[in-house]
Structure formats: structure tokens, C-alpha cells
């Protein structure tokens, strides 16, 4: 991986839970870091296709219960 070193300011508290958690798995501070940005990223990402779905004119709605008997088999 081609890496790019980056300052970050966090709250203290919130710095401590990163120390903490990197030291209870044995891992370097960065490597918490970044695994936080990719979950993050990855979420937002989901979350964007999310929105533009729910905010195209011409999508098709499927009603709760439809929903519900296709995943659940009810």
C-alpha cells in the first residue's frame, strides 16, 4: 500500500479510545485509524446510493409487506 502520512487532531477522549483499543489488539494507532476510515467510507458510500435511490423520481417502491414476504418467506 502506498501510504500518505496525515495529521489528525481528535478529542482527548476519543484519542484515549484509540490508544486504548490499539493497545488491547496489538496494533499500531494508524491501523485503528484507518480501519475506522475505511468502515466509515464504506458506510457513507452505502448511505449516498441509499439517498440517490430514495430520491429518484422514477423508482419503484415495493410495500412493506411485499418486502417483508420476499426476505422473511411470510
Do not use: C, S
Not at 9 to 35: F, K, M, S, W, Y
Not at 44 to 53: I, K
Amino acid at each position: 500500500m502506498n501510504n500518505k502520512q496525515m495529521l489528525l487532531r481528535l478529542p482527548r477522549e476519543l484519542a484515549g479510545r484509540v490508544e486504548r483499543l490499539a493497545a488491547d489488539l496489538h496494533q499500531p494507532r494508524n491501523h485503528i485509524v484507518t480501519e475506522a476510515v475505511m468502515f466509515y467510507l464504506a458506510e457513507r458510500a452505502d448511505l449516498d446510493v441509499a439517498l440517490d435511490r430514495l430520491r429518484d423520481p422514477n423508482a419503484a417502491w415495493v410495500p412493506h409487506r411485499d418486502a417483508k414476504r420476499e426476505l422473511l418467506g411470510d
